[in-house]
């Protein structure tokens, strides 16, 4: 029997895939332990009476809650939320008030199967949910719709501190209840309700922090973090509060060496003329810090067992701050009456891809990049819950957020005099290293650097600002079942939800020009020092006051005026009513329990864009800055099933049918275009977004097959089928109607009149195609094995996917191909294992998540999204601690712990691996603790 390639990537068994397959074993040996053979009890103790029942299970209860701590409490808790949901979900939980089991909430997230994480700045950032971009999946805290401080949808989770919250749920398959969902998933925040603990808790951390690469560029290597939680209730538990504070200060350091130019023929002397190099190459080394407090807080009121009102805050502010000193060098060009470049010794290998060589003439940049960015985030919501004594349940909620971006990025360049002779550099392009740059000249000294605009210009700078504001309510009703109807839906849901959003961006930007000083050094008073660059080959090269230099020696009048700029500035309104009908079933079929949902989610969306255009047709050709604005109103239907049964050995087996949605990037949806006319044919042209998207769309299938033991291990495998009805990517348009554009069009002597239709490059709705995928997963403390073995456990998922879907991306043609490319965010393998031992107090785990190749979406110089590929990634973290149980430290935890332990880097390359583009290092981040709970 033959087997497709596809199927056998899909399908490929590897370390974590087989340890869950191990662990399925294991588990039914557990089982069959668990399932010994027991004396038969009388027929009188064989079912106790009601009141015996109630006894044991407060009992066990309470047993649970004086001997499941640490590590286990957690597991188990997110065990509980994934067989007790009636979707299918993935869970984390909190190990304690105020410990979630990673220092980043990215980080506990993307250990879930079927998900990943992409890193930024050494942390991961975003998620992808089952191998679909983080624009696919929706996040909620506590059930609302979040905005975001990034130019799109997807949250940035780094954001949100682990302190601050009770527990993470993702939904795999939606409800027609669930508001707000993806396409791939939704991802539901949850912060503690103090009514559900039964007495006041405080709880206490700090931890100091190390990076592996030190200081350097007058920025330190440490950093902190501490937190603070309180709940208490009062009068008589009908008032319960929550809040909790959390401050982090976390170093960013960085090596990297990136060729930072397509790869391509070029031609240049010495060079073959089919040999794929690149124009430029960089290294760089990045110093600072960043800065994050946020606060929680919770009032909960619950006068009688009719009324339970919840009023919930979060609020965050992240500032970042950094430097990167670099060495950069184009290989094509030196400046005007030079030399010309030329290469000797040029290294090639089988794929005429460059390895190397020896290159003359080169005239250098040493440049200071600086950026700062100021985030905040504020979310609140009221929730009211009034039951009725007739089974009747009403449920109010008011909601609004807001998140703001500003940004100041700037840059100075500087270089060696012109009288100084020019460079020879040796070069050696890696790829599964520091690719290595040797310089002939000493770049040291910043008395002999200087502030000039001989390439490139002296310096360029942006201040880009984002605001998101969204406003919701929703009123759900319900209502109990009577007659035929109840023999299968226990009740029913009716509701409507209302969501009003508005996104706004700006992007100034500008040269940043020499003073009337001219050209000159920088003062010594604005040195750092010096910032070493020998994991490049390099020496050191200075590091300085990028900011302070341009206030004393440049001038930065940053606009938004210049034609190229204009369509940067936009606003996107969406205004989304959803009504929806649910159905909760509760039911016996083909002799077994089954529950779950089936109902139907309609949908509303109003969006519009407003933005502007620069028309160098108007004024006699000397042009004008010209409004314009655009929208579309569509409905969706979207349908949804939840189906879980209950067999015997505690085992469940779901099945779901939902169509699902994603709204399209919120920068795409920009009204904002370049447009212009060919003064030599007269055919107009233009590119920008198009505010008259509809959504992704998809049909999706999911199965699920999951073995529990009570609430202290499972097993399950899954499957999933997504048919894409439609995927938005870039498409030009021919032919495309630009009469309204042209109708004023006044040509210049000598040139012909203006066509009314040309090219307009967009993102347009197009076809989909099939993603499908297979997770494994299980989690399994030894003791159920053997007694032995008590202490010990282990988690493990494996999940693969694969997809037909092909797209093509012109804006990212050089590093992906001109060709159709897979889907960005898309891996087909993703591994994850945590092996732990907790007994006595004492804790040690260590944790592994993994992920092969795939498309990653990066910000470029121009602030807009970049596709790359990235090389897969195996990050482990590792963490031993010891809690005090008894005496005066009782309460006491003391932990120390490890990221990124193997110190991965983070590659990137282009179409093929022997093409490298970016090689960048973080570091590892070591942390020393203690927490205190009382």
Not at 85 to 102: Q, T
Not at 170 to 190: C, E, H, N, R, V
Request: charged share 20%; hydrophobic share 35%.
């Amino acid at each position: 029997m033959k087997t497709s390639h596809a199927s056998r990537e899909l399908f490929r068994v590897q370390p974590v895939a087989a340890g869950c397959m191990l662990l399925a074993l294991m588990a039914g040996a557990a089982q069959a332990q668990v399932q010994a053979p027991a004396p038969a009890p009388s027929a009188a103790a064989a079912t106790p009476a009601p009141r015996e029942a109630e006894q044991k299970a407060a009992a066990d209860k309470t047993l649970d809650t004086v001997t499941v701590t640490g590590i286990r409490r957690g597991i188990e808790a997110a065990i509980s939320v994934k067989k007790n949901s009636d979707s299918i979900v993935e869970a984390v939980s909190a190990e304690d008030i105020g410990k979630l089991p990673d220092v980043s909430i990215a980080e506990s997230i993307a250990r879930l199967p079927g998900v990943s994480a992409q890193r930024a700045a050494g942390r991961a950032q975003v998620i992808s949910v089952r191998g679909l971009s983080p624009d696919f999946a929706t996040t909620l805290l506590n059930g609302r719709e979040l905005v975001s401080t990034g130019d799109n949808r997807s949250v940035e989770f780094d954001q949100y501190p682990s302190e601050l919250l009770s527990g993470v749920t993702i939904y795999k398959t939606p409800d027609a209840g669930l508001i707000g969902q993806g396409l791939s998933g939704t991802i539901d925040m949850l912060t503690v309700r103090p009514l559900d603990f039964g007495s006041r808790v405080v709880s206490l951390n700090a931890r100091g922090q190390r990076n592996s690469l030190g200081g350097a560029g007058g920025k330190s290597g440490n950093g902190n973090r501490v937190s603070a939680s309180y709940i208490d209730q009062f009068a008589n538990r009908t008032i319960g509060v929550s809040i909790g504070f959390a401050h982090q200060e976390t170093p960013v350091q960085e090596e990297q060496v990136g060729l930072y130019e397509p790869w391509k023929t070029l031609g240049t002397s010495g060079l073959p003329a089919n040999l794929y190099t690149s124009e430029g190459i960089k290294a760089l080394r990045r110093t600072g810090r960043t800065e994050r407090d946020g606060v929680m807080a919770t009032v909960e009121f619950r006068p009688n067992t009719m009324w339970t009102s919840v009023v919930d805050g979060f609020w965050s502010r992240a500032k970042q701050e950094d430097t990167a000193n670099q060495f950069e060098m184009s290989m094509t060009w030196n400046g005007n009456g030079r030399p010309p470049i030329a290469w000797s010794g040029v290294g090639v290998n089988g794929n005429n891809s460059q390895t190397g060589g020896s290159v003359t003439n080169i005239y250098p940049l040493i440049r200071g990049m600086y950026n700062k960015r100021d985030d905040k985030i504020v979310a609140a919501g009221w929730n009211n819950k009034l039951r009725f004594e007739s089974g009747v349940q009403l449920t109010a909620d008011v909601n609004y957020s807001r998140a703001t971006r500003n940004e100041v990025i700037l840059e100075n360049n500087t270089q060696l005099a012109t009288s100084v002779p020019l460079d020879t550099v040796n070069l050696a392009f890696k790829s599964g290293d520091f690719s290595q740059i040797k310089a002939g000249l000493n770049y040291a000294d910043p008395s002999q650097l200087f502030l000039q605009d001989t390439i490139y210009g002296s310096g360029y700078g942006k201040t880009p600002s984002v605001k998101d504001d969204l406003t919701g309510f929703k009123l759900v009703a319900k209502l109990p079942t009577s007659g035929m109807v109840s023999n299968w839906f226990s009740d029913v849901d009716v509701g409507l939800n209302y969501a009003d959003r508005s996104k706004k961006k700006r992007q100034p930007e500008g040269n940043i020009n020499l003073g009337p000083q001219g050209v000159t050094a920088i003062g010594s008073d604005l040195q750092y020092g010096l910032v070493d660059l020998g994991f490049a080959g390099l020496g050191s090269i200075p590091a300085w006051n990028v900011p302070a230099a341009v206030a004393r020696y440049m001038s930065f009048l940053p606009t938004e005026s210049l034609s190229y700029l204009i369509p940067k500035a936009w606003q996107v309104k969406e205004k989304a009513t959803t009504a929806f009908l649910k159905g909760n079933i509760d039911a016996t079929t083909f002799g077994l329990p089954m529950r779950g949902n089936i109902g139907l989610q309609v949908i509303r969306t109003d969006q519009s864009s407003q933005s502007n255009y620069f028309d160098g047709t108007a004024n006699g050709g000397q042009g004008a800055v010209k409004p314009i604005e655009g929208g579309k109103t569509y409905t969706d239907y979207l349908p949804a099933m939840n189906l879980a049964w209950t067999l015997p050995g505690d085992q469940t087996v779901r099945f779901a049918l939902a169509k699902q949605m994603a709204r399209p990037r919120v920068e795409q949806l920009n009204a904002g275009i370049e447009f212009g006319v060919n003064s030599s044919t007269g055919e107009p042209g233009a590119s920008g977004g198009n505010p008259a998207l509809k959504p992704w769309r998809a049909n999706a299938v999911d199965l699920s097959w999951e073995k529990y033991f009570g609430s202290k291990a499972y097993v399950a495998a899954a499957a999933y089928y997504k048919d894409l009805r439609s995927y938005i990517y870039k498409q030009t348009v021919d032919n495309y109607d630009f009469s309204s554009f042209v109708a004023g069009y006044v040509p210049q002597p000598g040139q012909p009149d203006a066509q009314l239709t040309g090219n307009f490059t967009a993102p347009y709705n197009g076809e989909g195609g099939k993603l499908k995928g297979l997770e494994l997963s299980a989690s399994l403390p030894f003791n159920l094995i053997s007694k032995s073995l008590n202490g010990f456990g282990l988690t493990a998922s494996a999940s693969f996917n694969s997809s037909s879907i092909r797209i093509v991306d012109p804006d990212s043609a050089n590093s992906v191909g001109s060709g159709p490319i897979a889907l960005p965010g898309l891996s087909k393998r993703v591994y994850n294992l945590t092996a732990y031992y907790e007994i006595d107090g004492f804790e040690f785990r260590i944790s592994q998540r993994k992920r092969s190749d795939f498309i990653g979406e990066i910000g470029n110089f121009n602030g807009a999204r970049s596709l790359r590929y990235v090389v897969g990634e195996s990050i482990v973290d590792a963490q031993i601690g010891y809690n005090f149980t008894d005496g005066p430290l009782k309460g006491l935890g003391l932990l120390a712990q490890v990221n990124n332990l193997t110190d991965e880097a983070y590659r990137t390359y282009a179409i093929t691996k022997d093409r490298p583009l970016e090689y960048v290092k973080w570091g590892r981040t070591f942390l020393v603790g203690a927490n205190y709970k009382f």
